[in-house]
């Protein structure tokens, strides 16, 4: 487990944020409004690859960088190569997970962090701001 370095509630929330809209920034701030420090795992590009059956369009560096311009960010980093999600919560040591209202949480999770909250935040514009459907529009 990891260890804490400031006393308030820390939130994790992931995500790949391939070209940062106002969808994902309502969803950092959503998270962002559960504790006092917000923390953000960026996907690894191959694990996208993995997840989603295609690259995102931007690279994880990019990515990093602009969920890490986000003001209610406290940290932005890169997840961990491979499919051991539950790593990373571990060495966080978040309060709460914010999950968005398409994710699903990693199996076991609940189980190996019994402590932790999780919290499924709301869309924000789903028939506008979703990534896919950004995708889509960009491709056209």
Known sequence: MGTRATAGTRVLCCGTFDHLHPGHESFLQQAAELGDELVVIVARDENVTRLKGRPPSQNEDLRR????????????????????????????????IALGYDQRPPAGLAEAFPRCRIAVLEPFCPDRYKSSLMREARDR
Do not use: I
């Not at 890490?68 to 990373?88: K, S, T």
């Open 65 to 96: 960088s602009a969920v890490a311009g986000v003001d209610c960010v406290a940290q932005a980093r890169l997840g961990h190569r491979g499919a051991n999600l539950l790593r990373v919560v571990g060495e966080v040591a978040p309060d709460v």
